[in-house]
């Protein structure tokens, strides 16, 4: 059975600057309920995996360095 | 796939609101007994309370309140359908509850004299305890996990209960979500706290997890209680809310209308006396928007710029604080625009509505050893507050029925089906995608299941819902976040054809829109006046059944009865 890969705009943005995952910091992908954001092994930095964000900040209120910014998913905008 | 075995004395499945503090009154109780509090996400953030609450919505504070006032008043509002000891073994408890956060670092507001703000939102009486610094709610409630000694196990996604001799609760199976492995969890008391079926109907956005409720709560304790043999109640009484369009998060209505917001049509009349959330209430909305008079707004432009700079301090820093960021991007401001007004999908919820596992005065179902709290139990507009009773009053229970009693022996062949079901979808060499089975049986539940309800719609539904329960062997999972996925589309699709069992069922209206079957006009006493309860019948199939209203504690009077349905303005009142 083939699939097709559908395309997501991201809606939680992480500051590759301020991210310090690559330290192992893991606040973020710890808390967030849909359990939707992992470290990113290429860059030591985290990213949204999964389409499933519920908007609802603990990753952007949590973050120690004040790396993450969410926005509303395209489709609710 | 490793198996990880445990025991607990007490097992709390569901770490939001109520679990916790069953958790933490279990040991209070007992701070020997071993008491494990499983969560899918992770105990400091998880719950329809993840980033707090904005205010307490039913709140029985002496002087403003008494007991008996707030049971006759959800009594009313759930047009009769109560269980009135259920509803006054949170009614008693509502001030020592809310005393007792209070000593733990919650904030409630307080007027100038140190007294408890307590504002009118309800059509009859004041229950209303603004929290406008109540997000930090978990953390307070995490700092007592700790003190108590709670033992916390995050990303355990639990998928059925084990069922011991007796029909008795003998602990639960689960899958973790990282790392793939199957947990299975003896325990001598299980207590579910596990929220709504908040991923029942899909929202108009389309987004799968623009949900009203937390997308985590996907009804898995509705379909592990029933499994296990529980009853359920009142599933016909949907869980439907006016929330901001598109943003599908709440207004909110009771923090705005006590500084003199207000819901208004298109022409800007008033139509509706009371905001609070009530079926009759949302019927009135429902007209508004389907009859001519819509779209339907909540009104602050009214307001002082003061007035509204408090309510954006509320309302976008607390429960749902990206509200503040939807306004922004579509350039609206409470001091110049409406906010556009719309009703959510379906869900299951006993702490809004009344649809949950039923528990009685003790948070006990049904089913021995199992107990319910919280949204999942249906217990009518139970809210946070009586999520936290009902869990105060589950664990303190718990401690008694395990006293002297062992682990409840279970056939070790529920454990291996259990396994086969879970990881199926990930041994499947190819399938369905789990997002895009769930995002057609949604949609189903929007075209068959929302009110207004009609019999050949459900019944068609029910055919659909069949359909996609024969495409359940087809799912396919790459990995076990992708699992857990899987397994939910399995509740939410048990969730869907019990609330269309319930509602074929009951045929009269009732609860307003939550109930409104177009061929039974109107509340039929004679014939309803009673609860409707679910269960898996021997045939493996729901089994629906009537069960007696018990006597009232607190008569209503007639004069009394019907007053949630004089909601609308007999003129069109312009303010």
């Known amino acids: 059975m083939s699939v097709i890969v559908n395309q997501s705009v991201v809606s939680v943005i992480v500051d590759h600057d301020k991210c310090i995952a690559g330290k192992g910091c893991r606040v973020c992908i710890d808390v967030c309920p849909t359990d939707i954001l992992a470290l990113d092994p290429q860059d030591g930095k985290v990213k949204m995996v999964y389409d499933e964000c519920w908007y609802c900040l603990p990753c952007e209120h949590d973050c120690p360095t004040k790396a993450i910014h969410v926005e509303i998913p395209y489709l609710l905008r | ?575």
Not at chain 2, 289 to 309: C, M, R, S
Not at chain 2, 323 to 332: S, Y
Not at chain 2, 398 to 413: K, P
């Open chain 2, 1 to 575: 796939m490793e198996t990880r075995h445990i025991d607990a004395d007490i097992l709390v499945i569901g770490g939001g609101t109520a679990g916790p503090i069953a958790a933490i009154k279990a040991k209070a109780k007992n701070p020997q007994l071993k008491v494990l509090l499983l969560d899918k996400a992770n105990v400091k953030r998880a719950g329809a309370i993840a980033e707090g609450m904005d205010s307490v919505n039913n709140a029985i504070v002496p002087g403003y309140a008494t007991p008996e006032q707030y049971v006759k008043e959800i009594t009313i509002a759930n047009d009769g359908i109560v269980n009135q000891a259920a509803i006054n073994a949170y009614a008693v408890r509502s001030y020592a509850m809310i005393r007792e956060l209070d000593e733990w670092g919650v904030k409630f507001e307080k007027d100038e004299t140190g007294d408890y703000a307590v504002k009118k939102v309800h059509h009859l009486g004041a229950y209303v305890l603004p929290m406008p610094e109540g997000y930090d709610v978990k953390k307070v409630i995490f700092r007592q996990l700790r003190k108590h000694g709670v033992q916390v196990s995050n990303r355990l996604v639990t998928t059925r209960l084990l069922v011991g001799e007796g029909g008795r609760a003998a602990g639960a199976m689960a899958l973790d979500s990282r790392s793939g492995e199957f947990a299975v969890i003896r325990a001598r008391a299980v207590v579910l706290c596990t929220g709504a079926a908040g991923r029942l109907g899909l929202p108009s956005s389309g987004y799968l997890f623009g949900t009203y409720e937390n997308p985590t709560n996907a009804g898995d304790g509705y379909s592990m209680a029933y499994h296990a043999g529980a009853e359920l109640s009142g599933l016909e009484c949907f869980q439907i809310n006016p929330l901001i369009k598109d943003y599908n998060g709440p207004a909110c209505a009771y923090v705005t209308g006590p500084f003199g917001g207000y819901t208004v049509n298109a022409k800007g009349e008033r139509f509706i006396k009371s905001d609070y959330w009530s079926g009759q209430m949302m019927l009135e909305f429902w007209r508004e928007l389907e009859g001519g008079n819509g779209p339907v707004f909540l009104k602050l432009d009214h307001l002082a710029d003061e007035t509204v700079t408090r309510i954006e301090n509320v309302l976008h820093v607390t429960e749902r604080p990206t509200r503040g960021r939807f306004h922004e991007g579509r350039g609206t401001d409470y001091r110049s625009d409406l906010v556009e007004m719309h009703i959510s999908e379906i869900g299951l919820c006993g702490g809004h509505s009344a649809s949950g596992v039923w528990v009685d005065e003790h948070a006990r179902t049904t089913v021995p050893g199992l107990y319910a709290a919280g949204d999942l139990c249906n217990v009518a507009h139970n809210y946070m507050l009586g999520a936290m009773v009902y869990g105060q009053i589950a664990g303190e229970d718990a401690v008694d029925f395990i006293a002297g009693r062992d682990f409840a022996a279970f056939d070790a062949a529920q454990v291996e089906r259990e396994r086969e079901r879970v990881f199926a979808p990930l041994l499947r060499e190819d399938g369905l995608a789990p997002t895009q089975v769930e995002y057609k049986l949604r949609r189903m539940v929007n075209d068959y299941l929302q009110p207004p309800k009609v019999t050949r719609k459900m019944e068609i539904g029910l055919q659909r819902f069949a359909e996609i329960r024969a495409d359940l062997g087809r799912l396919k999972a790459n990995n076990p976040h992708e699992l857990m996925r899987a397994m939910e589309v399995y509740a939410i699709l048990d969730c869907a054809e019990l609330a269309a069992a319930a509602s074929l069922y009951r045929t009269e209206s009732r609860w307003g829109l939550y109930h409104y079957r177009v061929e039974y006009e109107g509340r039929n006493d004679a014939d309803w006046f009673a609860f409707v309860q679910v269960r898996k019948g021997a045939d493996g199939r729901p089994e629906c059944f009537k069960r007696e209203v018990p006597p009232y504690l607190y008569p209503i009077d007639a004069a009394e009865r019907d007053a949630y349905d004089r909601l609308r303005f007999e003129q069109p009142a312009t303010v």
